[in-house]
């Protein structure tokens, strides 16, 4: 059983690409800030290069997007991020169930009038963008997150997700639990999509999906 708060099992590159952030941003959550703690968990890699970032800062990073997607400043989403922190009694906050519903609150508190009035405009419900974020994350009977669904694929056609009990935290397809790699990486060998498809018990349109996101 992989440690889903010390073991490290992506890069900060390779978290930035799962959850469509521009690295400098995962790397400045990783990093302290204004006096305060990171905003994102990492574990020192054991060489230069190795990864650094556990399953359970993947979820923090991930929430943290919707917070930049509510149009929160900066400051406001270090300020919110270290009220949940205080709020729930753990430094692990951002990444506990309790997230989507007393945090929602909190997140809204720390939108100014102006931001509010942004958010509006461009019809984006507050609560509804969270939540929206938050339905692709599974919590553990711990109360922690345990299992996220990557958004950069299609859920509807091919539901990919990272759990840190399969694949050592690799993306993997549902419910075959086929790593996304493998089915990439046996058609960039010259394989077609008809025989990847049935090597590995997944349908066409599954593997065309992997694919258009891989490209």
Known sequence: MVDKFTVPLLTPYEAATHLQIPERTMSRWLRPEDGRPPLVHSVRPEKRGWPSVPF???????????????????????????????????????????????GIDVFIHYLDSDELARAADRQIPIRGVVEDYLKYVSWGNDGFAQRLVLRRYDPAVAQVVIDPQFAWGAPIVEPAKVPVDAVLGMWRGGETVEVVADEYGLSVEQVEALIRVAA
């Open 56 to 102: 359970i800062a993947l979820v923090e990073a991930y929430v943290l997007r919707a917070l930049r997607d509510l149009g929160l400043s900066r400051r406001a989403v270090g300020a919110a991020a270290a009220e949940i922190r205080s709020e729930f009694g753990t430094e692990y906050g951002l990444a506990t169930r309790r997230i989507a519903t007393d």
